[in-house]
């Protein structure tokens, strides 16, 4: 089933893709990897629980994303509050730029998000409801359709109106649409008066932080800061199961380096690795398909922007992989010049194939200085960086504010100091614009503290002066790979989920090790006390070593059992027999292949934890013999 | 410094406690084990950040609590959102009760908490200010401040004006006491009628899944489940730094059994370890001091309600010895019963003494069915679960309704049907409160559906008959042990700090290798490319295996550098000297001993990775032969 739903992917019917999401959710759901949060109170939408697979199974995805890029990459990770004052999330844009368009319905005052009705009763013309369209009709559809992320609200809110979209079920009238934020917002401390969001991502804590992360590098460039928590976002009308919730893991990385500087020291290690590209001249091209290519060509060809950010997509790409994505069905996607904000240089979605279509799993973006600049100018806190120029001392133009401390002194008295010392530290840019104000007549200002002071011509002169520099502040260029972990970890359910062949009722999930919820189910043959104590004994072992293992001494058909552990994705199965109690031997069964091999109690420990680390099976069974199942396994 | 602290504890003056104190605070913000968050603009009380070191040192700490805990207990861990409908906490009494008392300067609106107002100013006049008491009067405060905690609204107040309590800094009038619930309201979707806060407890999330998670332990008890995630509470005035913080880590257990059997089959596992016990009996007795006591004899004297509790004392006291708590400073208070709930039946916390006193870090308690119980009431959703009696079949009283069929017709018509099998499947409790009611002439009703009937003794009769049954339903009890991770770890931060013999300047962390942030740093002994690349090299072998490593290739003396190792407790030093360039051998410095052995590279991922496990030192030095360091430790 899911080879003909792969083989087919992109071209199967949405009734397909249905029925597959529907027997992966029924399977899912029924073995509690996750349930939808406060059932028994009739739950609420975008939120749900992971239960004890599922809750295990992220523990190990994000033990292994910790391996994988902060320990290996030497990252400096953070833990920040959820809660947040709004002045953070003011300077960063969320406050006002962090919402969706929305309508309500007029009578019943449901919301819905305007852009996905507009999208639906488009589609929904564009598959003949209520009658079929002409061309000409059908090409403006299409146009529109492809577009409704583009508008703005009056836009929207004009085609709206022109296809005479209703709200659903109700079929009642719709307002215009407006914005409404996304942020679930409260209330700090006992007053009341102190207004705090929970966070919608958890980069800002890295950002605030910024100071504090470049002394604990010894004031130096490049180094990355990561965080992994929970982020929030009070979407209009949740839907698409475990793709689109109110509260999310995210795992986030900020790198930091000179924006002159983006060349990975590790770029090498990634430059022969060969994702799917679908750069914008492909998206823009006619065949709209994404291509294979290795990255170092991708550098070299410009089509990414820098070795940094090539860096992290292909450290993602391996990710991705370990953790189970299937890559003929996982494509970095570019994003199109008018995607991006003004301030980004180049940006890349890991998009991943799965029921719903290709869904956004990771950003990884070139922020430039955004962010870091924007906290500054709010917390007039320095956010730069220092660098020595690599080749030696320069000399520079520079300007310099030569001030008439006696013309200032005339007319501000006592704050005259003061006044002197806040224009000759003027940042650069600010002096650029005082020159030109200055030479245009313009009023212009100097601020000390919280006060204003009115500046003329007469009290300063900006003049530019070559000078001698040994190195350089400036605000370090951000690089931005954001994992949506709820994401990667649905689409890899989708991906792993199988049936036996020849046997459409024997669902599995072929879990990679590293991440399956449980390492091992042992199984004593019969359900007698023997028997059971040897498991048990064995168990305990692998427990010990840190692998989550699991004993069925139900008096089920081993055969049963098999398919029990097979449907939660235990790669591997220990049996105690007849013959453990003879010698002392076991058998270690593979999921993925349903072959054995007989190995001593006293090795197992060691085997299993060098399986789960990535040792293959193959190599297993070359070292120890096979054992040939009495018990049918299938 | 430590020692004399530790030696004096309890009798040491509050100044050297403050000292000590400050001391462990300046390492910790210095080296940014934590940050007040959002510093860059001012902070906010009661929240802080994990730096790099904290962070990974919380990691580190969290996944022990798994291993030792959900791992080897087969616990289920589950995770749920932070942010839950009203109607869950209404359920629970979190909407109600959660609070504390608070008042208010009644010029600046500035709040405080009641009780910690009374407090302060009963000690001040015990202090001797503004002047002496006599002894009467000190012994009426004494009493007070003693039961400061017991005294209920209208108390409080009486007390805060008897003794003419100020506010503080203000000295301005205070406002009588009142509830204030510390709970951080938001309102979940769009439309804005949906009220939700953000979790006080993680318990919640595990209590309405308890169906779920009956069902995946196949139907049988006792089972346990776990949650770690971050709890919220909107402290009206966090002071304490990390101990009082208004988001936190919480790691929480409810262990689910019969009421009739709480004896744990591995009790005897831990029945000899003697943590400090100080029961009711001695807290109410003159010397007031707890005692070392095996736990199989707290069990067989009843001070310990049962084994399942007391097994729970003894792995917390195991799981906290390991992380580096110092088991003198440890100890298991049980609840006065004006303490505990009423349907509490027995509670222990595992205080630790640090800086601030006896400080509360995990919670053991007892619950009874009362989480269940009351989940089952507001949800109607079906609490209980099955057991066989272990004796087989029983003749047990039960009571019936016989009901008549035809009376109940006459007057409810087409209801009838429903009221009769409302009548019929009663609980236990209510058919013996109908039967005394109806017996005493009093109004009954049953509910069907939203609507009530009253029912006449002629409609039905209760009465008593004899059934064989082989089994009975029942809502289980809960033990729930509760750990606040982040008031553990400050404590063990101020129990693994010490100075170095000999120079109080050079601090140190004894962090145990499991916790311990940074596993091993790797020294070039000399700055120059051969040896740096060496010790690349070694590094990258030890995060390969997941030890969180970092080279320090820095100029500084090796004494220097291991004093800045030391300082941020890594445990293992690795050195890269001329000797390795010739015999690809390392010497490797264990951080308590200050020793140092030489071991081949090939060796030292294996030996490291056993040595965080848990091996000894001292069996490393039996193996490998013992480095004298030319460089100065000291």
């Known amino acids: 089933k899911q080879k003909e739903f792969q083989s087919a992917s992109g071209k199967t019917s949405s009734t397909n893709r249905e029925a597959f999401r529907d027997a992966v959710k029924t399977v899912l759901e029924r073995r509690l990897f996750y349930i939808p949060s406060f059932e028994i109170y009739g739950s609420v939408a975008g939120f749900y629980d992971y239960g004890p697979p599922g809750c295990a199974l992220k523990q190990n995805f994000t033990q292994f994303w910790r ?130 969001y929970l966070r919608p991502e958890t980069a800002q804590g890295i950002f605030v932080n910024f100071r504090h992360l470049l002394y604990s590098n010894g004031g130096k460039l490049p180094f990355a800061a990561a965080q992994i928590g929970q982020s929030f976002r009070n979407e209009i009308s949740p839907r698409a199961g475990l793709l689109r919730v109110r509260e999310f893991t995210q795992a986030e990385i900020e790198h930091f380096c000179n924006p002159d500087a983006k060349d990975h020291p590790k770029f090498q290690s990634i430059a022969r690795e060969q994702p799917l590209l679908f750069s914008r001249a492909l998206q823009m091209s006619e065949e709209k398909q994404p291509q294979a290519m290795q990255l170092g060509d991708a550098v070299s060809q410009s089509i990414i922007a820098n070795q940094t950010l090539a860096y992290f997509i292909g450290r993602t790409y391996l990710f991705l992989l370990r953790v189970g994505i299937n890559p003929k069905r996982l494509r970095f996607r570019q994003h199109l010049a008018n995607e991006m904000a003004h301030y980004a240089e180049d940006c890349w979605d890991a998009e991943v194939e799965c029921s719903y279509g290709w869904v956004e799993c990771v950003g990884l973006a070139d922020r430039s200085a955004y962010d870091l600049r924007a906290h500054a100018t709010k917390s007039k806190t320095d956010m730069s960086a220092y660098e020595p120029f690599p080749d030696g001392s320069r000399m520079v133009d520079v300007l310099v504010a030569a001030v008439d401390k006696r013309e200032v002194g005339k007319t501000y008295k006592k704050d005259g100091k003061a006044i002197t010392e806040a224009l000759e530290s003027l940042p650069e840019e600010e002096k650029a614009c005082m020159q030109a104000d200055l030479a245009a007549g313009k009023p212009c200002k100097v601020t000390v503290g919280d006060a204003e002071f009115a500046i003329t011509a007469a009290m300063v002169q900006i003049k530019q002066e070559k000078k001698k520099l040994t190195g350089r502040n400036f605000v370090p260029s951000v690089i931005e790979p954001s994992f949506g972990v709820g994401r990667i970890i649905y689409c890899m359910f989708e991906h792993c989920y199988a049936t036996r062949k020849g046997d459409e009722k024997r669902s599995l999930f072929h879990f990679k090790p590293i991440v399956a919820p449980v390492k091992a189910t042992v199984f004593p043959l019969f359900a007698q006390p023997t028997f059971i104590d040897q498991a048990q004994a064995v168990a305990a072992l692998l427990t010990a070593a840190g692998l989550s293992t699991i004993v069925d001494s139900t008096g089920a058909s081993i055969g049963k059992r098999y398919a029990r552990t097979d449907e939660i994705g235990v790669p591997f199965a220990v049996t105690v027999d007849h013959q453990t109690l003879e010698d002392s031997t076991v058998t270690v069964r593979d999921r993925d292949s349903t072959t054995q091999v007989r190995v001593p109690i006293a090795e197992v420990q060691a085997l299993l934890t060098e399986l789960v680390k990535g040792r293959t099976w193959e190599s297993m069974q070359q070292q120890y013999p096979t054992h040939a199942s009495a018990a049918d396994d299938n």
Request: hydrophobic share 40%; charged share 25%.
């Open 67 to 196: 391996q994988h890029f902060v320990l290996e990459e030497s990252m400096l990770e953070v833990e920040c509050p959820a809660v947040t004052p709004e002045v953070v999330l003011k300077a960063s844009g969320h406050v006002d730029r962090f919402t969706d368009l929305m309508v309500t319905d007029v009578v019943t005052g449901d919301c819905h998000r305007a852009d996905h009705l507009l999208e639906a009763a488009l589609q929904a013309l564009l598959d003949g409801k209520p009658k079929p369209l002409d061309t000409q009709e059908r090409q403006a559809v299409h146009h529109l359709l492809a577009t409704v992320e583009e508008l703005n609200v009056k836009q929207l809110g004009d085609a709206l109106e022109q296809y005479g979209v209703k709200a659903p079920e109700t079929n009642n009238d719709i307002s215009r649409p407006f914005p409404f934020n996304l942020m679930f917002k409260t209330s700090i401390g006992p007053r009341g008066d102190q207004v705090g």
